[in-house]
């Protein structure tokens, strides 16, 4: 059976019970081009948990799996009153425990550090990416500047998610590998979204951590159905959220989009002249720009009629 088909078993054809019971046995789930083993045994994940991953096949416990990671639990040490959890990937712990009510982010990041340690038959582009149409955006951007935001807002408008935090390309190729993931909120941004879709499924706010407060955006159900979509990229576009910024989207030079975009890779420098090469590709078949914004409705508007006319 090919995974991602529509006969595949989605964590929705389980109920909410059975489904924190895998998370305590193992669930086995796609996401993206990685097989996933998930083992917790914290009960406050179930829920949020199964409302955020609903749409994901579930694989056989037999396969071969990526990575198997584990999230644990437990009293702390030495303030045995505080409960925390343990994140922990093929048994070795990447950090401290962190407090239990953090559980869901934990999670969700020690995930994507994973992947981000782990994938290197991939460039990773610290980058998000939608795709319209059969052409796709990427929107590299360093931490705190609306890349999300602006990634969460094209995805409830009909973009479908690639990603929200990788641009997985394989060396030599332009194509952007799918690895759709719930979408990390952050701060001022959970309230954005809220406006912006009153209907967004949106996780739990966890409050205080390393990043503030931190809500998580469900990824749509077509995202995930057509995760082994591949999609060429059309245009890169560098976002900017600055405060009362009029919406602009300003084109870059290739050189300029060339600097731009190898700065914002995880294993730029590990993969050498592969990364210059597929870089310098990228580059080369898109149109790069600079995109400010402050309001999201104009960013959303103004991205995909741009894209829509540049289409033609």
């Known amino acids: 059976m090919s995974i991602g088909a529509a006969d595949a078993k989605r964590v929705r054809d389980c109920s909410v019970g059975e489904f924190a019971s895998k998370l305590i046995s193992g669930l086995s789930l796609q996401i993206g081009p990685f097989a996933a083993r998930i083992h917790a045994n914290s009960a406050r994940l179930s829920a949020p948990l199964y409302a955020l991953y609903q749409d994901y096949p579930m694989l056989s416990d037999e396969n071969v799996f990526h990575f198997h990671v584990r999230l644990d639990e437990r009293r702390g040490f030495p303030r045995v009153d505080k409960r925390v959890v343990r994140f922990s990937v093929d048994g070795r712990a990447p950090h ?40 796709a955006i990427l929107l590299p951007a360093a931490p705190g500047q609306g890349k999300t935001t602006l990634c969460a807002g094209l995805s409830l408008r009909g ?101 731009f975009l190898a700065t914002n890779a995880f294993n730029y420098e590990l993969l050498g002249e592969a990364a210059f090469h597929t870089v310098a590709g990228l580059v080369n078949q898109t149109r790069c720009f600079r995109f400010e914004y402050s309001d999201l409705d104009d960013a959303v508007e103004m991205l995909t009629d741009f894209a829509a006319r540049d289409a033609e």
Do not use: C, Y
């Open 96 to 135: 401290e425990d962190m407090p239990a009510a953090q559980a869901l982010p934990v999670l969700e990041w020690g995930i994507n550090l994973v992947i981000a340690l782990r994938s290197h038959s991939f460039l990773m582009l610290h980058a998000a990416a939608v795709e319209n149409g059969g052409r």
């Open 159 to 259: 973009w479908r998610l690639l990603s929200d935090e990788f641009g997985l390309i394989r060396p030599g190729h332009t194509e952007l590998i799918p690895v759709p993931r719930p979408m990390a909120l952050k701060n001022e941004s959970i309230d954005v979204i809220r406006r912006f879709e009153p209907e967004a499924v949106i996780g739990p706010e966890i409050s205080n951590t390393r990043k503030g407060t931190v809500a998580h955006v469900k990824p749509s159900a077509q995202s995930i159905d057509e995760m082994r979509q591949a999609a060429p990229a059309h245009w890169i576009v560098f976002p900017r959220w600055r405060h009362e910024a009029s919406t602009s989207l300003t084109e870059v030079s290739k050189a300029e989009g060339f600097m």
